[in-house]
């Protein structure tokens, strides 16, 4: 069974190969950081591929065609809203999945859903040297916050002198309700790398420049409007249907975006002696980002509408209806984010090695400015206030050992440590498009921490078999919580909480006779709830409501059983898993008026992945990666929301695939295809959205992507693709983008 597939073919699972001290045999490149040594599904994609199959603006573009694996990513540069969504976690689960960058924590566990999306901007698409991918939470090194995947994303570091320059651009035309019009953006990077002596180092910039298609569309239910004759009369409204089906109108389109995003790396490595190195990277991302407006809306002379009358009211089609400021609301926002890694690491292979390492992710800046009265763009003045989110962020520390007593054994042991800061404080301004100047409207502040023990035996039996037993403690910790509003004298305290677990492993591999094997793994994972779903509530009378104060962490148990065939240049991987997780953590109806986030008693998801990868088909050059999955995903119980119990777990499609063809043709032209397909899903917990074509639908969509690159020669290489050759439109809550044409040009030394 050939080893080098996991990097040649991100359809393509770890193969059962062996190997003295690991699982999975690597041919090029750094070792993976991720356990390898335990037989289960990994999958991995080099930087060579990448930029030779995919189409990537940003770091996640890179996990386009993994199994099961959805990123939402709404736009280029969609910097708060791309949650990663695996086999049984949806695009709202954010804090359902880890993101690492070397090591180093990219995944926003401050919160959990769309808001709280990993960090993609540390990781430019040009740095990336290999993307590895770990199914599930079965290795002990990891939290509860593995339950679906753990991605880690490996970054150059040079032998040699490198240098390499970048030049992109990109353009969509986009037609949804009442827009009609061409997005686009340029995109820009450098990267420079030497090794001398025990010194290497490596500098990385980038610039993304991006207009981004509407997101938002303020809309109006034609049932809540009132037969009138009352209100500013207006045409331009776009009748269409909500996803429960009714009808509504279609206002305006907002959230569309135009950022600017600067990111900078530098790394250094001192080699301390053969096997000793010592790592330091800093990273930084800034974003200067502005969401506009466009209203459909026209008066009697034809102007555009932003404001109703003297009652901020208008008339449809002889109903009267609230325009609400937030209905056609403008925003700007700045951002500047750093993010340090520390790490001392010893690779000898021999009886000992250790690793110890911290890192920091912090929030310099982070301002939301929006107004809270009815304007007409971006340019017009009136009150509001700003969204401050500086102070918030992240640390983490591991102390790392293996130990190889004898040559069958591989002992994985650690001490590991994180803290998530939540801070979020918003003001009152005069002028919506300036600095808060007024008083303070609110606090939401809150801590937690974890920290963990954990130990893992890779036991290779005999030649035929492996098996991985580990076990994982963690100490969990929430503090410091408290929110104020305008009237507050002092923000409100939470009660600290705190909570121990265990969580076991274990995972046993079999290679038999020829070229098949078999793999099962087994781990429970016990994702505990964030800051932001912890301390929740309003006040009323200096009093918090509207809570759960019993709020549990979520448990889950997830086995996989997997059988693999390989023959010469072909893999076929099947994988039988199974998930049940009880007091899952969403959002849902406290009151007639109040959702707020509730454990759901226990959701049950049963599923089967399939995937398969094929090198040298019919021509030389030609590899043919597909992978097809199948998850029935329900809630089976739920005492806060009965209308739930036997319906499908919200943005959990019943089908994915995913299809490319990769051509080398010779050695200056490559060109790929690429299929991706998601199913029936639903975005609410009682399935009430069968409408998924529509804004706030989720909707089933088939996507076809394209590439073709030609190398000049050694230095320059040029590429043209188009996302969505199709021209599909599909929505998650919001729309995706329609066909994206992007064409750039490559040096490298």
């Given at each position: 069974m050939k080893p080098t597939c996991i990097i040649f073919a991100a359809a393509c699972a770890a193969p059962l190969a062996?190997?003295?001290?690991?699982?999975?045999?690597?041919?090029?490149?750094?070792?993976?950081?991720?356990?390898?040594?335990?037989?289960?599904?990994?999958?991995?994609?080099?930087?060579?591929?990448?930029?030779?199959?995919?189409?990537?603006?940003?770091?996640?573009?890179?996990?386009?065609?993994?199994?099961?694996?959805?990123?939402?990513?709404?736009?280029?540069?969609?910097?708060?809203?791309?949650?990663?969504?695996?086999?049984?976690?949806?695009?709202?689960?954010?804090?359902?999945?880890?993101?690492?960058?070397?090591?180093?924590?990219?995944?926003?566990?401050?919160?959990?859903?769309?808001?709280?999306?990993?960090?993609?901007?540390?990781?430019?698409?040009?740095?990336?040297?290999?993307?590895?991918?770990?199914?599930?939470?079965?290795?002990?090194?990891?939290?509860?916050?593995?339950?679906?995947?753990?991605?880690?994303?490996?970054?150059?570091?040079?032998?040699?002198?490198?240098?390499?320059?970048?030049?992109?651009?990109?353009?969509?035309?986009?037609?949804?309700?009442?827009?009609?019009?061409?997005?686009g953006g340029r995109q820009g990077s450098a990267s420079l790398g030497d090794r001398s002596g025990?010194?290497?180092?490596?500098?990385?910039?980038?610039?993304?420049?991006?207009?981004?298609?509407?997101?938002?569309?303020?809309?109006?239910?034609?049932?809540?409007?009132?037969?009138?004759?009352?209100?500013?009369?207006?045409?331009?409204?776009?009748a269409d249907r909500n996803p429960s089906g009714n009808p509504w109108w279609i206002l305006g389109a907002s959230g569309q975006s135009h950022t600017v995003q600067d990111h900078a790396k530098v790394k250094l490595a001192w080699d301390l002696s053969p096997i000793l190195r010592a790592s330091y990277t800093l990273g930084w991302w800034d974003n200067d980002a502005r969401r506009g407006t466009e209203s459909y809306l026209r008066d009697a002379s034809g102007a555009p509408v932003y404001r109703g009358d003297a009652n901020n009211m208008i008339n449809i089609a002889g109903r009267r209806y609230e325009l609400r400021a937030s209905d056609l609301a403008p925003s700007t926002g700045r951002l500047a984010h750093v993010m340090h890694g520390l790490s001392l690491k010893q690779h000898s292979k021999g009886v000992w090695d250790w690793e110890v390492a911290a890192s920091k992710y912090d929030y310099v800046r982070d301002e939301v400015r929006t107004p809270t009265v009815p304007v007409a763009g971006l340019d017009s003045a009136g009150r509001g206030q700003l969204t401050n989110l500086g102070g918030s962020g992240w640390n983490t520390y591991a102390i790392k050992g293996i130990w190889r007593p004898v040559a069958s054994h591989v002992v994985e042991m650690g001490l590991q440590g994180e803290t998530a800061m939540l801070r979020n404080a918003v003001w009152a301004s005069t002028d919506w498009r300036g600095d808060a100047n007024g008083a303070r409207l609110s606090t939401f502040n809150g801590n937690t921490r974890l920290q963990s023990l954990y130990l893992q035996d890779a036991w290779r039996m005999n030649a035929q078999w492996k098996t991985t037993l580990g076990m994982r403690y963690e100490h969990w910790r929430a503090f410091g919580g408290e929110i104020s509003n305008a009237s507050s004298a002092a923000p409100l305290p939470f009660n600290e909480r705190s909570e121990n677990n265990?969580?076991?492993?274990?995972?046993?591999?079999?290679?038999?006779?020829?070229?098949?094997?078999?793999?099962?793994?087994?781990?429970?994972?016990?994702?505990?709830?964030?800051?932001?779903?912890?301390?929740?509530?309003?006040?009323?009378?200096?009093?918090?409501?509207?809570?759960?104060?019993?709020?549990?962490?979520?448990?889950?148990?997830?086995?996989?059983?997997?059988?693999?065939?390989?023959?010469?240049?072909?893999?076929?991987?099947?994988?039988?898993?199974?998930?049940?997780?009880?007091?899952?953590?969403?959002?849902?109806?406290?009151?007639?008026?109040?959702?707020?986030?509730?454990?759901?008693?226990?959701?049950?998801?049963?599923?089967?992945?399939?995937?398969?990868?094929?090198?040298?088909?019919?021509?030389?050059?030609?590899?043919?990666?597909?992978?097809?999955?199948?998850a029935d995903s329900i809630i089976a119980e739920n005492a806060g929301f009965a209308a739930s119990v036997g319906k499908r777990q919200p943005r959990v499609p019943d089908w994915r695939a995913n299809f490319m063809a990769a051509w080398q043709i010779d050695d200056k032209w490559s060109t790929t295809l690429g299929v991706r397909y998601s199913g029936r899903q639903f975005g609410t917990l009682d399935n009430?959205?069968?409408?998924?074509?529509?804004?706030?639908?989720?909707?089933?969509?088939?996507?076809?992507?394209?590439?073709?690159?030609?190398?000049?020669?050694?230095?320059?290489?040029?590429?043209?693709?188009?996302?969505?050759?199709?021209?599909?439109?599909?929505?998650?809550?919001?729309?995706?983008?329609?066909?994206?044409?992007?064409?750039?040009?490559?040096?490298?030394?």
């Open positions: 062996f190997a003295d001290d690991a699982v999975v045999i690597i041919e090029g490149g750094r070792p993976s950081s991720l356990p390898t040594a335990i037989p289960t599904t990994i999958e991995s994609i080099n930087g060579a591929q990448i930029q030779q199959r995919i189409n990537a603006t940003d770091s996640e573009d890179a996990l386009k065609y993994f199994p099961s694996l959805n990123v939402r990513k709404r736009y280029i540069g969609d910097y708060d809203h791309a949650v990663l969504a695996s086999r049984a976690s949806g695009t709202g689960n954010s804090a359902r999945s880890l993101v690492y960058a070397d090591g180093i924590l990219l995944s926003n566990l401050l919160g959990n859903g769309a808001t709280y999306t990993p960090r993609w901007g540390l990781v430019s698409p040009e740095e990336i040297e290999r993307v590895d991918v770990l199914y599930g939470p079965f290795s002990a090194a990891y939290p509860g916050n593995s339950v679906g995947a753990v991605v880690d994303f490996q970054t150059r570091m040079p032998d040699k002198l490198e240098a390499h320059v970048r030049m992109a651009a990109f353009s969509q035309p986009f037609a949804v309700y009442g827009t009609n019009d061409r997005f025990a010194w290497s180092w490596w500098v990385d910039v980038s610039r993304l420049d991006s207009r981004g298609q509407p997101i938002a569309f303020a809309n109006k239910a034609l049932a809540s409007g009132v037969v009138s004759s009352a209100g500013l009369p207006v045409t331009g409204a776009v265990w969580s076991p492993k274990a995972a046993v591999a079999w290679k038999g006779e020829g070229d098949w094997g078999l793999k099962a793994s087994l781990g429970r994972a016990v994702r505990n709830p964030t800051a932001a779903e912890l301390f929740q509530g309003s006040i009323v009378d200096q009093v918090i409501i509207n809570r759960d104060p019993n709020l549990h962490a979520e448990r889950s148990w997830t086995g996989e059983l997997t059988a693999e065939h390989g023959h010469g240049d072909s893999l076929l991987r099947v994988t039988l898993f199974h998930e049940t997780t009880r007091d899952a953590l969403y959002s849902q109806a406290l009151t007639a008026l109040v959702n707020t986030v509730q454990n759901v008693g226990r959701i049950r998801t049963n599923g089967l992945e399939v995937a398969h990868q094929m090198d040298h088909v019919l021509v030389p050059g030609l590899s043919l990666t597909s992978s097809v999955t199948y009430s959205d069968p409408n998924g074509e529509t804004y706030m639908g989720v909707s089933r969509y088939t996507v076809a992507d394209v590439r073709v690159r030609y190398r000049f020669n050694r230095q320059w290489s040029a590429a043209v693709g188009v996302d969505n050759l199709n021209n599909a439109t599909y929505w998650a809550f919001h729309p995706y983008t329609q066909r994206t044409v992007l064409a750039e040009l490559r040096w490298d030394l």
